[in-house]
């Protein structure tokens, strides 16, 4: 099991539980990023900086996660993507993405974005705060504790 994170939209709270949650469990985690990102130094921590453009970061993820592997992402679209290849998907706010929720979330975004396309309000996310990461680190410890048991 690797952990990848889609880096560049990734708050910097929710990177540091990843490098503590990394060496304090002796998991893989790869950055990947358009941009520099700062990491501790550390034999299980990993950056890949791809070049510019839309959905660039989200294709390098896609191509190289494997079947149970988690990505860390608030992007839907890169969630559906991973999942449909068997990983796992974990959004900076603590939901994960599973073969059994992806696909209507994904239609919910899409539905959400087409109203934003037609001119209608719909609001934006609540703010990101200490429930959040909490939420995050307890899913975060679960997926990990979840495959080092092989489950």
Excluded: H
Excluded at 50 to 66: F, K, L, N, S, T
């Amino acid at each position: 099991m690797k952990i990848w994170v889609d880096a560049d939209a990734c708050p910097k709270a929710i990177k540091e539980i990843l490098f503590r949650a990394a060496d304090r469990t002796k998991t893989e985690l790869t950055f990947v990023a358009n941009q520099r990102v700062q990491v501790p130094r550390s034999d299980f921590i990993t950056i890949v900086q791809i070049g510019q453009g839309p959905d660039v970061a989200d294709d390098e993820i896609a191509a190289r996660c494997a079947p149970g592997d988690l990505v860390v992402t608030a992007d839907i679209p890169l969630a559906a993507r991973v999942v449909e290849k068997g990983a796992w998907a974990l959004d900076p706010r603590g939901k994960l993405y599973d073969a059994e929720n992806i696909k209507q979330i994904l239609s919910m975004r899409d539905f959400m974005d087409s109203l934003r396309g037609s001119g209608i309000e719909t609001g934006g996310p609540n703010g990101f705060g200490p429930r959040e990461r909490l939420l995050f680190a307890n899913e975060l410890d679960r997926f990990i504790a979840r495959g080092q048991r092989g489950g």
